[in-house]
């Protein structure tokens, strides 16, 4: 099986000033939608590995998040393609929890939910511990200069972003 993990917030939708609070907020960027449909016709599972500490800080609640992922699998739906599983660290970052990106452990989730190894997992991200993540699960790291990382260079990353991590423009260069 081939698996793809991704980010959601600067990769699949834009990227929000603080949180997104409600499912009108979600908005998804150019071209993604349709870029998680060719990989689903490419034969590949797509799953979101996501920070969501809003939750931890009080910001919004499980029922909003659900609200707005269920926005999310519809218009994905609509352009013929789906999210396999979406996981999420629910914790502030002063939780000093072991989930929140960027830390390993949601990636370990996913490879035994979803019976794929992480050096068989390419991940897609628009930041530094995204990246970060990936590779200290093993996994195979790719960043797109949306959200957090627009206005770098694909020449010039900041210090931070493990060697070897792959650059593309947005999600639909790199699922191209």
């Known amino acids: ?46 799953v979101l590995a996501t920070n969501q500490s809003g939750l931890g800080r009080g ?19 609509g352009a013929g393609g ?14 000093g929890c072991e989930c929140r990106k960027p ?17 068989h997992t390419v991940a897609i991200g628009d930041s530094v511990r995204d990246a970060q993540a990936a590779v200290a699960a093993g996994c195979e790291p790719h960043l797109v200069l949306t959200g957090q990382s627009s206005g770098l260079s694909p020449e010039a990353l900041p210090p931070g972003f493990p060697p070897g991590t792959r650059v593309h423009t947005d999600l639909a260069a790199a699922v191209d």
Do not use: Y
């Open 1 to 46: 099986m081939k698996l793809v993990v991704l980010d959601r917030d600067g990769t699949l939708n834009q990227e929000p000033e603080e949180f997104i609070r409600s499912p009108e907020e979600w908005v998804p960027l150019p071209g993604a939608l349709e870029a998680v449909a060719r990989l689903n016709q490419g034969g590949w599972r797509v």
């Open 59 to 77: 910001l919004f609640d499980m029922a909003t998040l659900n609200a707005v992922h269920a926005r999310m699998h519809k218009l994905l739906a």
């Open 82 to 95: 789906r999210v396999d599983g979406v996981f999420f660290c629910p914790h502030a970052p002063e939780d």
């Open 103 to 119: 830390g390993p452990a949601l990636f370990h989730q996913i490879a035994r939910r979803m019976g794929v190894p992480p050096h």
